[in-house]
């Protein structure tokens, strides 16, 4: 095997010069020329290369290396390090942390890098750590360093339990050992290369830590109206589907500050807590309350807020709430995300925002509530019917056209005798003002009077009437309808009208 220096010497010959730990001159590819004092003492014995430091022409050859460490490089590609005896393992990611652990760290002991500093390490017994594993290479003792393995192959990590080529490990409850499992999960972070019970050569993965992919995910968004689009009730009361809570509480559609899509709601807290809440149970036949039970949801929406520690997302079952990380107040759109495993006696399944403690305006867009434990980008509830136009880029256009942008209504009625409604929506009523006269009110105004009207209307037998606009309004409108033999005013049997304008 041929080796390259890591560490460049500058005298050629001995090992002389001071190298602190972590410190290279250069990086060489080129075959390893041994020098004093360790010429003609390295041995090859097809795994690894070993050092076997004796006396030389050196009086204390130890105390030439300096106790620092030299690096060198296999014609493989991978780095074969020295720990001041042995040169042993090879990874492409080694490094010398400090042990806090409170006691010595032995060769092979499976620790994570301490969360509070991450130029140390520290034993765990959780199984499944996620914090990033890694595999400690010499005896360190406490407060001093040592180095570790974070990513790539060692030949020692110490197990508990029967462990077989390719098992995935974790680590255990039992400190300084990992654990085996068949099942790539949460907390995974290395694979076994040999078979063993007290310590195997095993590939570790990267510098990340392992999660499970969740197969229980299922990414239909279960709230309506996330996208706060639909306003049908006012644009100064909640959006479709949402419910605001708290005294002195306002909301309304926001048309600059959003997103995505045209609007966000702008969330107004004025003296006590608020909450702007959509219970999702039961709003789908596939989805009623006992489907929840035990299962885990997440809720993610965009929110921006101006004051810190008083916006976050929350999910409450009637039993507990479980609650996100507040919004950080500077007025940007975070994506704030919110887990809980529904309660098995819960009587709601309800995402909300909540602002606290501050009277201040926070704004949500992009509300999404997903089974699984992992939010994905926004999507809109199946009913939630979208028809965005898209720029030459493929970036939405800020005039995207949402069914909430306008008003619609229609009605078919027999408007001979007593009025008589066979269908209708979005109206509230129609007013008999007279032989082929009628009012027709809107239960939702327009905007105002300019929107567009189509009508068309037949008698007994099959003859035609004319349907013709005598007076609109935001509001209401008003028609008149004739025959088509004589052209005079007559009450037609079948009248149908539908309607359409912005809001």
């Known amino acids: 095997m041929a080796l390259s220096r890591l560490n460049e010497f500058n005298d050629g010959t001995a090992l002389t010069e001071t190298k602190q730990e972590g410190e290279f001159d250069n990086i060489y590819n080129n075959a390893l020329t041994l020098i004093s004092p360790l010429t003609g003492n390295l041995d090859a014995d097809g795994n690894q290369i070993i050092s076997h430091v004796i006396e030389s022409a050196t009086s204390n050859p130890g105390s030439e290396l300096n106790e620092g460490r030299l ?42 890098i301490d969360s509070a500093n991450a130029s140390s ?51 255990s409850t039992t400190g300084g050992k990992a654990v085996p499992t068949t099942t790539f999960e949460t907390g995974v972070f290395a694979i076994a290369l040999t078979t063993s019970s007290t310590a195997v050569s095993a590939f570790i ?11 229980t995910t299922n990414l239909q968004n279960l709230i309506k109206n996330g996208g706060m689009e639909h306003w049908s009730v006012g644009t ?69 807020a101006s004051v810190s520690s008083t916006t976050r997302l929350a999910i409450s079952d009637g039993v507990g709430t479980g609650t996100s990380s507040f919004h950080d107040g500077d007025n940007t759109f975070q994506f704030l995300t919110v887990t809980r495993t529904i309660d098995s006696s819960a009587t709601d399944v309800t995402p909300e925002l ?25 999507s809109p509830h199946p009913s939630d019917t979208i028809v965005p136009t898209i720029d030459p880029q493929g970036t939405p256009n800020a005039n995207q056209l949402y069914k909430s942008n306008f008003v619609k209504g229609w009605i078919e009625f027999d408007g001979t005798g007593t009025i008589a409604t066979n269908d209708s929506f979005n109206v509230s009523g129609v ?73």
């Not at 993965?205 to 197969?215: L, Q, Y």
Request: a negative charge; glycine letters at 10%.
């Open 71 to 112: 690096f060198y490089r296999s014609d493989i590609n991978q780095p074969i390090f020295y720990d001041g005896a042995d040169f042993t393992g090879t990874a492409p990611d080694v490094r010398v942390l400090t042990n806090q652990s409170g006691g010595t760290a032995a060769v092979g002991a499976v620790v994570v």
């Open 121 to 171: 390490f520290t034993t765990t017994t959780t199984e499944g750590n996620t914090f990033l594993p890694c595999v400690v290479l010499e005896s360190t003792n406490n407060t001093s360093k040592g180095l570790v393995c974070v990513g790539g192959f060692v030949t020692t990590l110490n197990v508990t339990g029967s462990t077989a080529i390719r098992d995935y490990l974790k680590t």
């Open 205 to 215: 993965f990267g510098p990340n830590t392992v999660t499970a992919i969740d197969t």
């Open 236 to 304: 100064s009361s909640a959006p479709d589907g949402w419910t605001l809570t708290g005294a002195s509480a306002t909301v309304a559609r926001e048309g600059t500050t959003f997103k995505l899509g045209t609007y966000s709601a702008a969330v107004t807290r004025a003296g006590t807590d608020l909450t702007l809440s959509q219970d999702v149970s039961g709003i789908h036949p596939d989805f009623q309350l006992n489907y929840f039970d035990s299962r885990v949801v997440t809720f993610g929406a965009w929110v921006s």
């Open 354 to 378: 909540q602002i606290n403690t501050s009277n201040t305006t926070s704004y949500i867009d992009g509300a999404i509530l997903v089974q699984g434990s992992n939010s994905p980008a926004f």
């Open 431 to 503: 007013v008999d003002n007279g032989t082929g006269l009628y009012t027709i009110s809107w239960d939702r105004d327009f905007s105002d009077a300019n929107y567009a009207v189509a009508a068309m209307s037949a008698q007994d037998g099959g003859d035609g009437g004319n349907v013709s606009i005598i007076s609109k309004a935001a509001g209401t409108m008003q028609i008149n309808t004739t025959g088509t033999d004589a052209n005079t005013d007559v009450d037609l049997d079948l009248i149908c009208l539908i309607a359409i304008g912005a809001h």
